[in-house]
Nanobody, 120 residues
Framework: QVQLVESGGGLVQPGGSLRLSCAASGNIFSIYTMAWYRQAPGKQREWVAE???????NYADSLEGRFTLSRENGKNTVYLQMNSLKPEDTAVYYC??????????????WGQGTQVAVSS
């Protein structure tokens, strides 16, 4: 089992910044990807960004370079630095972890979500 604990959400004015954290614990295999998704009211959950065990990152094109994903070395913790926030970034942000066992069995885990609200 894997547990994902998110933190860092809140209310921020347009143009402001927030940093989300996701700490993973439990049985994480050497091959894994940690990602952030978000779900705005009335919309489907969408992929935001991800980082794999090798440190490679990918981002949704819609972010226009405003978000940065990083990982704390030696710890299964990732950070999503969100700058120049817009009202359309308002959503519940979910941490996601995908891991594969040495035998090739995959598992997917989700955090409980953290609310981000961008409003003046």
């Amino acid at each position: 089992q894997v547990q994902l604990v998110e933190s860092g959400g809140g209310l921020v004015q347009p143009g402001g910044s927030l940093r989300l954290s996701c700490a993973a614990s439990g049985n994480i295999f050497s091959i894994y990807t940690m990602a952030w998704y978000r779900q705005a009211p009335g919309k489907q959950r969408e992929w935001v960004a991800e980082i794999n065990n090798g440190g490679s990152t990918n981002y949704a094109d819609s972010l226009e370079g405003r978000f940065t994903l990083s990982r704390e070395n030696g710890k299964n913790t990732v950070y999503l630095q969100m700058n120049s926030l817009k009202p359309e970034d308002t959503a519940v942000y979910y941490c996601n972890l995908r891991t594969v066992t040495p035998r090739g069995v995959g598992y997917v885990y989700w955090g409980q979500g953290t609310q981000v609200a961008v409003s003046s």
